[in-house]
């Protein structure tokens, strides 16, 4: 990973992971991509790019923990470092019962519901770098900061479907999450939830335009994040400025119960991810 450039994508989930692959390996952010444009200064060479919580079709590396297979066979990008496609998740498919969608033999809802950033923190065994001075483990808060991206904490509690629920305990099993057990134990979804809206983790990362020259900006707490996380260089963001972009062709949510495969797909895509059981968020070249 050494003198790899990242491309951030629009949320804490992406920013933190790319924080910690900068603590960790030196990376520089050189791309900003909002899921409709990519922002740039140069180009460089593919094999040194990097994706961070995005979904790339093409071979890029990238680590994404998004599902990228409408069916099982689905070919994927073989660079990607994603924990569902290791695990082989895909949309399935529904079976229509008295006009509805009320039976699914996919299994979309075994997936890793978690976010990049406990992937990258226990692929590379990342958890101690974040250590607060004199602490043998995380905090508590550091705890509940660290499950606020995706929500990874919301598996944990009664899901809507059982499948999700022995989803949660498997890859929290599998990446070695269990040291978030006694938060989960002793808080309520909703007290999680109330945490990640107060302390403005659920917001977005996006650009300004001044004159032709894209400069980045966010309503994320970074004043409460680098209060916790210390180690990590989160007034980083201030300083990241665009001049060059390119416009894809958006296509969000596009209704994809009519596809096999997504290789029905005609067009060029950049990006693809399956967003629901009944929906994929891609962009395509112009």
Same mark, same amino acid.
């Given at each position: 990973?050494?003198?790899?450039?990242?491309?951030?994508?629009?949320?804490?989930?992406?920013?933190?992971?790319?924080?910690?692959?900068?603590?960790?390996?030196?990376?520089?952010?050189?791309?900003?991509?909002?899921?409709?444009?990519?922002?740039?200064?140069?180009?460089?060479?593919?094999?040194?790019? *990097?994706?961070?919580?995005?979904?790339?079709?093409?071979?890029?590396?990238? +680590?994404?923990?998004?599902?990228?297979?409408?069916?099982?066979?689905?070919?994927?990008?073989?660079?990607?470092?994603?924990?569902?496609?290791?695990?082989?998740?895909?949309?399935?498919?529904?079976?229509?019962?008295?006009?509805? +969608?009320?039976?699914?033999?996919?299994?979309?809802?075994?997936?890793?519901?978690?976010?990049?950033?406990?992937?990258?923190? &226990?692929?590379?065994?990342?958890?101690?770098?974040?250590?607060?001075?004199?602490?043998?483990?995380?905090?508590?808060?550091?705890?509940?900061?660290?499950?606020?991206?995706?929500?990874?904490?919301?598996?944990?509690?009664?899901?809507?479907?059982?499948?999700?629920?022995?989803?949660?305990?498997?890859?929290?099993?599998?990446?070695?999450?269990?040291?978030?057990?006694?938060?989960?134990?002793?808080?309520?979804?909703?007290?999680?939830?109330?945490?990640?809206?107060?302390?403005?983790?659920?917001? &977005?990362?996006? *650009? *300004?335009?001044?004159?032709?020259?894209?400069?980045?900006?966010?309503?994320?707490?970074?004043?409460?994040?680098?209060?916790? +996380?210390?180690?990590?260089?989160?007034?980083?963001?201030?300083?990241?400025?665009? &001049?060059?972009?390119?416009?894809?062709?958006?296509?969000?949510?596009?209704?994809?119960?009519?596809?096999?495969?997504?290789?029905?797909?005609?067009?060029?895509?950049?990006?693809?991810? *399956?967003?629901?059981?009944?929906?994929?968020?891609?962009?395509?070249?112009?």
């Amino acid at each position: 990973m050494e003198n790899k450039v990242l491309i951030l994508t629009n949320d804490l989930d992406s920013y933190f992971s790319c924080l910690v692959l900068r603590y960790l390996f030196g990376c520089e952010i050189a791309y900003f991509y909002d899921f409709s444009t990519l922002y740039y200064n140069r180009k460089h060479e593919r094999n040194n790019i *990097v994706g961070v919580d995005l979904a790339i079709e093409e071979c890029f590396q990238t +680590f994404c923990t998004h599902i990228v297979k409408i069916h099982k066979d689905d070919k994927v990008n073989p660079l990607s470092i994603n924990i569902n496609i290791a695990e082989n998740i895909h949309r399935g498919k529904f079976i229509r019962y008295n006009g509805k +969608f009320n039976e699914f033999d996919g299994n979309y809802l075994s997936k890793y519901a978690g976010s990049t950033l406990l992937m990258i923190l &226990s692929l590379y065994d990342a958890f101690k770098e974040l250590h607060l001075a004199g602490h043998t483990e995380l905090t508590e808060t550091q705890k509940k900061i660290l499950m606020s991206p995706d929500s990874y904490f919301l598996g944990y509690y009664l899901p809507s479907h059982w499948e999700s629920h022995i989803a949660f305990r498997k890859f929290q099993q599998l990446l070695g999450l269990e040291m978030f057990n006694d938060v989960l134990r002793t808080h309520t979804k909703q007290q999680l939830t109330s945490f990640q809206y107060i302390n403005k983790l659920k917001k &977005s990362i996006y *650009v *300004v335009d001044n004159d032709g020259q894209y400069k980045l900006n966010t309503e994320l707490n970074l004043e409460f994040l680098k209060e916790h +996380f210390p180690m990590l260089e989160w007034d980083y963001i201030n300083n990241i400025t665009f &001049s060059k972009k390119y416009e894809f062709q958006q296509m969000p949510k596009q209704n994809i119960l009519h596809l096999e495969s997504k290789h029905d797909l005609e067009d060029r895509v950049f990006s693809f991810a *399956v967003t629901g059981q009944q929906e994929a968020q891609m962009t395509i070249y112009r």
